[in-house]
Every structure is written in C-alpha cells, then in structure tokens.
C-alpha cells in the first residue's frame, strides 16, 4: 500500500470567474520526487500555492498527513510549518547570508541554530560566504541560500517552482544534486515545478502534465517519457506545444 502524503480531491481554484485549476484527483506519495511539467499558465504555480496552504482552493479539499484542508478548514500552523517553498526569484534579506539561513529557524522559535545553519550552508556548498552580505550573490548563489533557509527547518515536504530557471549549466548541476541527495538521504517529498522536461525526467521518481488547469497524465517518469497514454503528453514531450 503507498504512503500517502496529500490526497487532493476535486479542487477547483477560481478568480473571480477566472477558473485556474481544476483537478479531480491527485495523491503525492511520500518520499517521492513528483515533477510537475506543462505549458506557461497551466495553473503548476497555483497548485504549489494550495499544496503550501499559501491559497485555499475554491471548492474540494487537500488531505495532508492527517488533516483536512478547504475553504471552511484552515490547516492547523504545525503541519503548514512541515511544508516550505523555494520560489524561482528567491526574496534574501539585506543581510548577511548566514543570517538569512537562520531566519526561518528565529520565525520557529529555535534558538540552538548556529549548528544547523553550518550544517545547512555547508550542504548548498556557501559555508565560505556566510558572512557576506546575500544581496551581493550571483543568481546561482542566492538560489542556493534559499535552498539552505529551507533545507535548515527539516521540512517533511519541499516544494520548488523552477529552481533553475535561467541559471547556468553548473549552477543547475549543483542544485539537481542538493535536491536528489535531500529526497535520498533524508526522504524529504519533494515536488518540481520545472519547464526542463530532461529536468523532471532526471530527478522525478513519477512525472505529472498540467494544461488548462487540470491534470493530463501522471505516471512513472520512465512510463511518462517513453510510453504517455495521452497524445497530448506526447505532443508536449516531442516539443509540439508551446512550453
């Protein structure tokens, strides 16, 4: 039997008249790597957002590890803090690098954090700019202090929309390894929104298409990738849809 995680079931997430998402079913087992691929707009943020709490859906309701999620039940504060996210364009305090790792852990009340920042910004490979001031960092550097502010708080699940946009080869190398030795060393769920489909076929334990809103297909990365059931799947691996 899988280990479910989440367990969503008809979401419907709407602004205004605007529907932006639109899903029947979904579970996330934990432990895995789920990647999320799909064209600009097909509503991948958006569920990042609802699986972080950071949004209610409109309708239908988000299981997460024992409790219940919907527009008429906030997820108790305990389990939202089991969850983080590292954004593409990451906001770094105009403070030193250090102190921006540490930042999460001072929210959460821990004061025996000095440990656990080394150990964190030794992990991102920045234990040398620990002191220099974070806004001073190239792209590839400030994306991996974000990466070392949420690997510090141990989170049960790691959600991360495009950590590698528009970084260079090497950077994208050093994050892709960050994030495989965090699922296999400490089993932490992680789930992938990436517009890199060799991205998601090389870390993803399952592959999930979005379009319009809803879910296509979801499936075992190397079933994804080499036999989709749905034409549009395959379209959109062969590069015939528009990322």
Same mark, same amino acid.
């Given at each position: 039997?899988?280990?479910?995680? #989440?367990?969503?079931?008809?979401?419907?997430?709407? #602004?205004?008249?605007?529907?932006?998402? @639109?899903?029947?079913?979904?579970?996330? +087992?934990? &432990?895995?790597?789920? =990647?999320?691929?799909?064209?600009?707009? =097909? *509503?991948? /943020?958006?569920?990042?957002?609802?699986?972080?709490?950071?949004?209610?859906?409109?309708? *239908?309701?988000?299981?997460?590890?024992?409790?219940?999620?919907?527009? /008429?039940?906030?997820?108790?504060? /305990?389990?939202?803090?089991?969850?983080?996210?590292?954004?593409?364009?990451?906001?770094?305090?105009?403070?030193?690098?250090?102190?921006?790792?540490? #930042?999460?852990?001072?929210?959460?009340?821990?004061?025996?954090?000095?440990? =656990?920042?080394?150990?964190?910004? +030794?992990?991102? *490979?920045?234990?040398?700019?620990?002191?220099?001031?974070?806004?001073?960092? /190239?792209? &590839?550097?400030?994306?991996?202090?974000?990466?070392?502010?949420?690997?510090?708080?141990?989170?049960?699940?790691?959600?991360?929309?495009?950590?590698?946009?528009?970084?260079?080869?090497?950077?994208? =190398?050093?994050?892709?390894?960050?994030?495989?030795?965090?699922? @296999?060393?400490? &089993? $932490?769920?992680?789930?992938?929104? $990436?517009?890199?489909?060799?991205?998601?076929?090389?870390?993803?334990?399952?592959?999930?298409?979005?379009?319009?809103?809803?879910?296509?297909?979801?499936?075992?990365? +190397?079933?994804?990738?080499?036999?989709?059931?749905?034409?549009?799947?395959?379209?959109?691996?062969?590069?015939?849809?528009? #990322?």
């Amino acid at each position: 039997m899988n280990d479910e995680l #989440y367990r969503l079931k008809n979401i419907t997430k709407a #602004y205004g008249e605007r529907h932006v998402l @639109q899903i029947d079913a979904l579970t996330i +087992e934990r &432990g895995e790597i789920l =990647a999320l691929v799909g064209p600009s707009g =097909a *509503g991948k /943020s958006t569920l990042l957002r609802l699986l972080n709490f950071l949004e209610v859906p409109t309708h *239908g309701r988000i299981r997460f590890q024992n409790a219940e999620f919907s527009a /008429s039940q906030p997820m108790p504060l /305990s389990l939202r803090r089991r969850v983080t996210t590292v954004f593409q364009r990451p906001f770094l305090l105009n403070r030193s690098v250090s102190a921006n790792v540490r #930042y999460g852990l001072r929210l959460r009340g821990r004061r025996d954090h000095t440990h =656990a920042v080394e150990q964190a910004l +030794e992990q991102v *490979g920045l234990a040398n700019l620990a002191r220099q001031p974070a806004r001073t960092l /190239s792209g &590839g550097e400030a994306q991996r202090v974000a990466l070392a502010r949420a690997l510090v708080i141990r989170p049960d699940v790691l959600l991360l929309d495009e950590p590698t946009a528009n970084l260079d080869p090497q950077n994208i =190398a050093l994050i892709e390894k960050i994030v495989a030795d965090l699922n @296999q060393q400490q &089993g $932490t769920t992680l789930v992938l929104v $990436t517009h890199n489909i060799f991205q998601a076929r090389r870390l993803a334990k399952r592959a999930a298409l979005m379009m319009d809103g809803r879910i296509v297909e979801t499936a075992v990365t +190397e079933t994804f990738f080499q036999n989709p059931r749905d034409p549009r799947t395959a379209a959109f691996i062969r590069g015939d849809i528009v #990322y």
